[in-house]
């Protein structure tokens, strides 16, 4: 994608410590572009000095968010009141970041509330998690609010505005409400489901409409945006036509197909590096010649680890030639602790891994290592080249960006093998993995075991496949094709 020059020169800033954020008060936009800034809109806002340690959405966006474009956000602060103007800092690209702090009996009816305690789980086909009420979802209707009160001042006339993900579906609705005509875009991050269980969801109409005040909504796979205008047809009485644009209130909306990647270059190179850091032969001494089975989640219970669990005390059941032979290293980096599934899965877990652990430990070997603390993105870039086995399997999944990081990561000359489950995202395009149904745990294991002793020239056969499409759907390639569709809406 072009990168986008300011037309402002950039405030030199002086060498040191980083300035203390400013206020963006000011009604005109920072700095004006002649074909419109683009200004990225998510929950969270990824601190500017933060990037080695940023996760998917962060990495993604990082191409979208050249010199001249704001990024708005929370701040990740919760405060008495929810700012009213944000706070902003420059960074050396010239990307400005602009966040606000949430109010603390806000934030946890919005974000632990209705986003993570009903549409997640909704999303992710859950419904026996959702958790719905109505205060909760005033203020998932208040913070989407404040935040479109807030970007308004911030707003210059050609602006293309790209919202990201379920914490704010009403976002466009509230900007509309306040007359903002720009261009506004939307990408759903994670699955979208159809009406069967959309219905569930008391709001769901409200929250459809609210969405269709977007020009262009984006999904990650094609049964998403089958699933979303399923949704419309039925509740909005939407009538798509062939390149799947409907109309609604008199606004016209396109549904897309723009599935998220990773910068596959970038990585293959942290990876080629992290191979040989003080991490990475820590972890090979502690390996010796045991082959290495590795996931890495957010410790999310979309993410199927008790089942993964479970299906790697079947391999070294059905399998005993493995026992001594290979070590499972599950990173599960904590996440939404305040909601109580997440609470209920950590300790799940632990019974778990302490089951598999008694059942076929040694005095001097232990099969699985779990750990709920974050990991450096650059350990465990080495720890993917390392792994014989990348084992993915999401019981349901938007894209799922660890399983094109473990491609990326592969040594060519001697590749692992991926595992991965057909309900993520990346199952759509990634054929070439071992694909698993991740609720048959002897299914995973036989795939586990065909992985572990797959000749060199079937691993390599597959590697190639499918590193050929991962460095093809790039992180670049789908902030291009997004910002393709917004640019070609008429303004
Ligand atoms: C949502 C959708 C969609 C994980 N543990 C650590 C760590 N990670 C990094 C991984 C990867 C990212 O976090 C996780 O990305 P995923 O795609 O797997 O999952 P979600 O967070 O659920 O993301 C998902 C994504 O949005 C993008 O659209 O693919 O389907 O659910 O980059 O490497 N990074 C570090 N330490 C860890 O311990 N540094």
Not at 76 to 88: H, I, P, W
Not at 461 to 472: F, P, T
Request: aromatic content about 10%; overall charge positive.
């Amino acid at each position: 994608m072009p990168k986008v020059a300011a037309v402002t020169p950039k405030r030199k800033k002086p060498p040191g410590p980083r300035q203390p954020p400013e206020t963006c008060a000011s009604p005109r936009p920072l700095v004006a572009h002649p074909a419109g800034r683009v200004i990225i809109v998510s929950n969270r806002v990824p601190a500017p000095s933060d990037k080695a340690a940023a996760g998917g959405l962060a990495v993604a966006l990082a191409d979208a968010a050249t010199a001249g474009s704001l990024w708005f956000g929370w701040s990740g602060k919760r405060a008495e009141e929810t700012s009213t103007v944000a706070q902003c800092i420059t960074s050396d690209e010239g990307v400005t970041y602009a966040t606000i702090d949430i109010a603390e009996r806000d934030y946890q009816k919005f974000y632990n509330g209705f986003a993570n305690g009903a549409l997640w789980p909704l999303l992710h086909y859950r419904t026996g998690l959702l958790r719905f009420n109505r205060p909760d979802y005033d203020a998932y209707r208040i913070v989407n609010r404040a935040f479109a009160e807030t970007l308004r001042p911030l707003i210059g006339p050609d602006d293309l505005i790209w919202i990201h993900d379920y914490q704010l579906f009403t976002l466009a609705a509230e900007l509309r409400a306040l007359g903002v005509q720009n261009r506004i875009g939307f990408f759903l991050h994670i699955p979208f489901v159809p009406p069967s269980l959309l219905q569930v969801l008391p709001p769901a109409i409200e929250m459809l409409g609210a969405l269709s005040a977007c020009d262009v909504i984006g999904f990650q796979t094609q049964g998403d945006v089958q699933a979303f205008l399923d949704n419309a047809i039925l509740m909005l009485g939407a009538a798509p036509n062939a390149e799947n644009c409907f109309v609604y209130e008199g606004r016209k909306i396109r549904v897309v197909l723009t599935p998220i990647g990773i910068d596959a270059k970038k990585f293959t190179l942290l990876a080629e590096r992290a191979a040989h850091s003080a991490d990475a032969k820590r972890m090979s001494e502690s390996l010796g010649n045991r082959a290495l089975v590795l996931g890495v989640d957010r410790l999310d219970y979309s993410k199927g680890l008790p089942q993964r669990f479970d299906a790697f005390g079947r391999l070294l059941y059905t399998y005993p030639q493995h026992r001594r032979a290979v070590n499972f290293l599950q990173i599960a980096a904590r996440s939404r602790q305040e909601v109580g599934s997440y609470q209920t899965l950590r300790r799940e877990l632990d019974r778990r891994a302490g089951d598999i652990n008694g059942e076929f430990s040694d005095f001097d070997w232990v099969p699985l290592r779990y750990m709920t603390h974050p990991v450096k993105r650059n350990a465990i870039a080495g720890f993917y080249r390392r792994a014989k086995i990348g084992l993915v399997t999401p019981l349901r999944d938007g894209m799922n960006l660890v399983a094109k990081e473990y491609i990326a990561a592969q040594d060519p000359a001697d590749p692992g093998v991926l595992v991965l489950s057909r309900f993520a995202g990346a199952a759509d395009e990634l054929t070439e993995a071992l694909i698993v149904n991740p609720f048959d745990a002897d299914a995973v294991a036989n795939a586990m075991h065909q992985g572990l002793v797959m000749p060199l020239a079937e691993r390599q056969a597959r590697y190639e496949a499918l590193a050929a499409k991962v460095n093809h759907t790039t992180a670049q390639r789908f902030c291009a094709e997004f910002l393709a569709y917004l640019r070609a809406v008429a303004s």
